[in-house]
């Protein structure tokens, strides 16, 4: 297959329907990947430990097994737990039941490229990776339509086998609604790590809180200061995600089109570009990956505290008074 996006038209069921697939953990992906690939006509069965997950499976109609036992009666195993936990569950609870035959899926390469996930001989391991958050994956599929996915071939995979349950898999989910594009594991890995921490993420939420706290420290009302910073977000996201850049800046004003165009370069300045290319690098290097792991692993003290300070931090206490004014109390 020299193709590198596929449709719904492109891909027959030819492979996947004959398979039982296990989703393993029913989080946010989990459920979507399970609920999805259920009401495609594919024969899923949820892996999840007692607790929340598994009473949600149980609400929409699974009856979830453990992970060893989900495991060791699939054809397909889906990992779809939390990349920081990949490596112990993998280890202990689903190498020793993997048939000899199976195919492992993951719906981010971070655990496959950085060595969380290694699969044993003669398995083989496909990448799946919805680009969208997990309940985007499934409200757009119920609404008819569906989130794109990236495809790739892991360890152990190739071409003639492997790549069409992938392929299928997408189409499961939804992907081939709005177009599957072929990658590799290093390329989504690299480039959705680099995407949360530089925009999606990491700029956009210390971008906006920087710009709320600027505006308070001038004098103006905290809740003023988060609807200009913060809450108008989602009208200038909306438009980026219909129609791009310029399709945003068709539908703003001429007024604040000036202002992206002349002041937008001083924010994002070469500093700032500088400093994007050494995010990057640590990404590539596998730096940012062993320090997560690390703190993962240590119990995520650090982890903690970021939550709590900026869970604490001025434009979150405005935002909930916003959010009270927006319901009316």
């Not at 950085?114 to 994956?137: D, E, R, W």
């Not at 990404?283 to 997560?292: P, V």
């Amino acid at each position: 297959m020299d193709k590198t996006i596929w449709y719904d038209r492109d891909i027959s069921w030819l492979t996947l329907k004959q398979k039982s697939i296990a989703v393993i953990g029913y989080g946010a992906q989990g459920r979507s990947h399970a609920l999805n690939l259920r009401d495609s006509g594919c024969h899923v069965t949820v892996g999840q430990r007692s607790g929340k997950g598994f009473d949600n499976a149980v609400q929409d109609g699974f009856s979830p097994a453990s992970i060893a036992e989900a495991t060791g009666a699939a054809d397909v195993v889906c990992l779809m737990l939390p990349d920081e936990l990949h490596g112990p569950i993998f280890n202990s609870e689903i190498v020793p039941y993997l048939r000899t035959d199976a195919t492992l899926v993951c719906c981010h390469g971070f655990s496959l490229l950085y060595g969380q996930v290694i699969p044993p001989t003669g398995i083989a391991a496909v990448l799946v990776a919805p680009k969208g958050a997990g309940h985007m994956v499934r409200t757009a599929y119920e609404s008819g339509g569906g989130v794109p996915c990236l495809v790739a071939l892991g360890p152990g995979a190739n071409e003639s086998e492997h790549l069409p349950i992938a392929l299928e898999y997408a189409k499961g989910l939804g992907g081939g609604r709005a177009g599957i594009l072929r990658t590799t594991i290093a390329e989504e890995t690299e480039t959705d790590l680099f995407g949360e921490q530089v925009v999606l993420c990491g700029g956009v939420s210390h971008l906006a809180a920087a710009a709320f706290e600027a505006l308070v420290n001038a004098g103006y009302q905290p809740e003023i200061a988060y609807f200009e910073c913060i809450h108008e977000l989602k009208l200038v996201v909306d438009l980026l995600h219909r129609g791009g850049l310029a399709f945003m800046r068709d539908h703003i004003s001429n007024t604040a089109e000036y202002g992206d165009y002349s002041r937008g370069p001083r924010i994002v300045d070469e500093h700032v570009r500088q400093t994007m290319q050494q995010i990057l690098a640590e990404i590539q290097s596998g730096q940012f990956a062993r320090e997560w792991i690390a703190e993962a692993q240590s119990g995520g003290k650090a982890f903690e505290a970021f939550r709590k300070k900026h869970r604490q931090q001025p434009a979150e206490l405005a935002g909930q008074k916003v959010q009270q004014i927006l319901r009316g109390e």
